[in-house]
């Protein structure tokens, strides 16, 4: 059973950097896209970052130029690197993977950015 954890959420200053990581455990498979989206308190689920599995990125328009997506494949991990947070981004962090017609989420890391 393919199961996403993510990690390094917590709470930052505006202007301030996180790096959010989201490991594969259950599996070996190479995934597809993988991707992060965020849900603010009252909005719908969001897309932030994807990654294909051979590297090709994009991003939400809100977070280009502060935002980069990465992955191990080795280690069937995926990162956000998230710099000059602002109040905006506070959200629910969320990891998928996509492997054929097969989709996994994680339960989602919190990042609150506030002063």
């Known amino acids: 059973q393919v199961q996403l954890v993510e990690s390094g959420g917590g709470l930052v200053q505006p202007g301030g950097s996180l790096r959010l990581s989201c490991a594969a455990s259950?599996?070996?498979?190479?995934?597809?896209?993988m991707a992060w989206y965020r849900q603010a308190p009252g909005k719908q689920r969001e897309l932030v970052a994807t990654?294909?599995?051979?590297?090709?990125?994009n991003y939400a328009d809100s977070v280009k130029g502060r935002f980069t997506i990465s992955r191990d494949n080795v280690k069937i991990t995926v990162y956000l690197q998230m710099n000059n947070l602002n109040p905006e981004d506070t959200a629910v962090y969320y990891c998928?993977?996509?492997?054929?017609?097969?989709?996994?989420w994680g339960k989602g890391t919190l990042v609150t950015v506030s002063s």
């Open positions: 259950g599996s070996s498979v190479n995934f597809h896209a």
């Open positions: 990654i294909s599995s051979d590297g090709r990125t």
């Open positions: 998928k993977a996509q492997y054929y017609t097969m989709t996994y």
